[in-house]
């Protein structure tokens, strides 16, 4: 699964890819909590084990989804 976060003060977007097993609407439901809680940080856990601290005043939009196919390279008939 793969999460796309636009933050306000960047041009970029944050792309952090999650375990196959990652349910979407527990990943919703974190980060629900999170600004409801106004934490300063919203963390994630990469497929790699990798830690990301994004900060939740900061997002403006959240995408959640399966993890984009890889792009073919060639041509193919």
């Known amino acids: 699964m793969e999460i796309r976060i636009g933050l306000g003060d960047s041009m970029r977007e944050i792309e952090v890819e999650m375990d196959d097993g990652t349910d979407q609407a527990e990943v919703i439901e974190e980060f629900t909590k999170a600004q409801a809680d106004k934490e300063s940080l919203w963390w994630l856990t990469d497929r790699k084990g990798k830690k990301v601290g994004v900060p939740v ?10 993890t984009k196919e890889q792009r073919k390279v060639g041509f193919s008939a």
């Open 57 to 66: 005043n900061k997002i403006l939009f959240i995408e959640v989804g399966p």
